[in-house]
């Protein structure tokens, strides 16, 4: 069984249909991409996915769990966790806070005991900054665990938002654009991170990416979507070749 | 500049994070404690209002600062304190029974009140609280019966534990009381800033739609953190009118909701010190005009001089200061601790407050 499914999906904002029919399976341990140009779709797939929007047919299903019987903070649980293609971290906090977050879903302790800082909350608080902390080795954050978001620069705030996100220890994990805006050396540390995700950590990733060739190295499998529809999946190799997918991008005028 | 090199995860979550601030702070206590012996009556009186003040403040403050709600209305959750506690002593429930349970009362009553009022954002948030602000001014008058009406009521004696507790033949008393309560309400406030629930809010205040796909319940959150903060200003507003000794529906008009916010954004929005630099400026405010305007020989009483000066200190801090006091002493010790070192754009204010939808 796949470990999340969608099947005949569709979603429509007032006239504009933005996912048509749409039916796609991430299997465990995979790398998947969804590609295709501005507009296609690709985050209101995502969005579909942490149930902040309800799509008009279709189903969605995480491990055999429907999704669409989930409210947005409940899908978190289930062991899905991702990040936003124009980085929603909290500003205001550290990058410590921010990854602590992350832990939201394992706490374990009520208000009351909270409010008195038990020695069950004591506990629990070491256990959350310890796996923290190996996500902060992970990705290299030490020098900035206790900046404030608000000063550090574009990059480091994407890698804290992916940091976020593994911090919940989920089975999937949803990255929408991870290496926009970054260097070149940004983007090729992500793509070791991406392997590593997989590798090391056994997280299937589905990313949305427009960076080829990132794509092409990190991912099993490719779907690409144009106006909501798809157009192709398979391979990277594939995909990249196809004439549906070829004519989509120069029809639109977006080199991919 | 003092460089911490943490080796347990207990630096991070300890209150105080070295033996240099714990002795500041216990050197502060000290201060506190010792106050009775080193001012006159008048001035004891004087530094338990900023006392009290600063509980109802830290109220507030872990709504406004903390989740980034708005509130006009914590005058009446003041008003709902204090008339619990009176009616409760008055039912013969003893004061340090009925002051934490109308504590409690209040929480729960604003978290209901929440419900409906927090699906709403921003100003409409602000507009909604001041008409309950408003309404709670009439309630009064409307519930005769109970609260005295426009006539008001006197609050009854207070004893703890056999000790009578009055302002005038026992101020030290008091002032103790109300140093109690705020030291109770801040160990409280801090065990929650480093606990799960704070960081709720946190994510609540800086980004509605990430703090979901964490798994944070909006509603929840915010209901609670409505509740909580309608309980702690309860007891702010409690300790309010029993040491006024008299008080009626004008003591809580939603005047006061609108002082209350003013000195948690002059003290320093989302600080714990914030709400007590505040309060420090709201109470010793009043003085520092009759002073001025003695001084300029004007013996005539200027009607609202108080809360217009007020107003126009909350403005220039937006403009000038928006992280108040508490903000501007941070970056003045951050300025020297690393000079030469220190970056201008190092606490940039990023438009945090009323982000709403932004999935695009
Ligand atoms: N909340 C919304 N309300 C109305 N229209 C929306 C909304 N969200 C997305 N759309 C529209 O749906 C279409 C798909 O948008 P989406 O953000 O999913 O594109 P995308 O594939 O992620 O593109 P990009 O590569 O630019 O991020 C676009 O035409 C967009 O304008
Ligand atoms: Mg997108």
Redesign the pocket.
Known sequence: MSLLTLENVTLK??G?T?VNNLSMQVEEGQVFALV??????????F?LISRF?TPVSGKISFAGTDLLGLAPDEVPSLGIARTF?NIELFDQATVLENLLVGRHRHRGTNLVQQMFHTPAVRAEERAHREAVEEVIDFLDLQPYRNSRIAGLPYGVRKVVEVGRALASKPRLLLL??PASGLSVEETQNMRWWIDDIRRQMGITVLM?E?DMGLVSKVCDKVLA?AD?AMLAQGTPAEVQSHPAVIEAYLGTGDAA | MRIHFKTSYDDDIRLFEDGWKLSLYAALLALMVALPWLIDDFYLGEATNVLIWATCGLGLMLLTGQTGQASLGHSAFMALGCYSTVLLMEAGVPFIVAFPLAGIITGIVGGLIAIPALKLHGVYLAIATLALAILTDDLIVMLEPWTGGVGGKFAPPITVFGLEVNRWSNPAAWYYMALIVVLVVTLFYRNLLRAPMGRAFAAVRDSEISAQAMGVNLARTKTIAFGMSAGITGLGGALMGLFAEVFNNETFTFILSIQLLMMIVVGGLGFIHGAFLGAIVISFLPQALSIITDGIGSNVAIPGLEIGVFGVIMILFILFEPMGLYGRWLKIRTFFQLFPFARKDMFRRQKSYLKT?R??
């Open positions: 904002f007032g504009l933005a295709g140009p501005n507009g296609a779709g690709k985050s209101t797939v969005n929007y293609q929408d654009e949305v427009h979507l909501g | 939808e999935l695009r």
